[in-house]
């Protein structure tokens, strides 16, 4: 059988990839990069290894001994642990972030993407697996957005696609077509919670691609707490991008966004 490594940091998605790859045949090998990783990913491993994210020596060599030779990076790994101190670089890690121009998400990734590359292991496309979880385009939500809420998901996805080129982030909350928040690099949630409390209810939250997405990183995520964080501040519609976009656990999005009256849109 074929091997494949999966780097999993958050969220459902890396489970979801593992059992996908373990029913198509694969033996898989996968690395929880954080303490939050779901450890339900080891009922899909062949192997299972928790090592910080920041320890890159160890994660190479783990899957330079367990022979894999192609990888997948997926589940949420934000960018404030380089800052905050949470976590400690080893020596090879720290050389790696030193010898970067600046910190911008695509930055880091692609010298990750070119030292895996450097030690015979290629990273390939995080939907490869997994793309029964992207919608195709139109309303996902029994609830049709009004009017206002189509103009300002429109007026979003503009910025938002600008936001993504200039790679800083992917989702900006809006109410009436004036932005109240931009994605940095705190992460989704925390724009839509600080966005949503400025908006005072009504905001309309969108989450694209980049216009340059490289989908073996940062492929654009949402799930049930998205939608938590949404009714959290009275945000009431939520547009992601069609074809593009990682909707986990659709079923429970629905039901959940049934029950508090918000719509979903995949444009």
């Known amino acids: 059988m074929e091997k494949l490594g999966i780097l999993a940091g958050a969220g459902k998605l890396p489970v979801e990839c593992a059992r996908a790859a373990q029913q198509l045949g694969y033996e898989v090998y996968a690395v929880g990069l954080l303490p939050e990783t779901d450890s339900e990913i080891a009922n899909f491993s062949n192997d299972y290894a928790n090592i910080s994210v920041a320890q890159l020596d160890a994660i190479l060599n783990y899957l330079k001994e367990k022979e894999v030779s192609r990888v997948t990076m997926i589940g949420k790994v934000t960018k404030e642990l380089l800052f905050s101190g949470k976590v400690q670089p080893d020596a090879r ?3 790696l972030i030193m010898s970067l121009p600046d910190r911008s998400d695509d930055t880091i990734m692609m010298a990750f993407v070119r030292e895996l590359a450097m030690n015979g292991i290629k990273a390939f496309d995080q939907t490869a697996l997994i793309r029964k979880l992207i919608p195709k385009r139109g309303t996902i939500s029994s609830r049709e957005p009004t009017n206002v809420e189509k103009s300002d998901m429109e007026f979003g996805f503009f910025i938002a696609k600008e936001l993504g080129r200039l790679d800083i982030g992917q989702t900006v909350v809006v109410k009436n077509r004036a932005v ?5 690099i705190e992460g989704t949630d925390a724009c839509i919670l600080r966005g949503g409390k400025l ?24 799930g049930k707490k998205t939608l938590e964080v949404m009714a959290e501040v009275g945000a009431t519609a939520l547009a992601i991008e069609a074809d593009n976009t990682l909707m986990v656990d659709r079923a429970g999005m629905v039901a959940f966004a049934e029950e508090k009256g918000i719509a979903i849109v995949a444009m």
């Open 93 to 95: 890690m720290l050389q």
């Open 180 to 184: 109240m928040a931009l994605e940095a």
């Open 199 to 222: 908006a005072g209810g009504g905001a309309v939250v969108t989450k694209v691609s980049k216009p340059n997405q490289d989908n073996r990183f940062d492929v654009p995520t949402v």
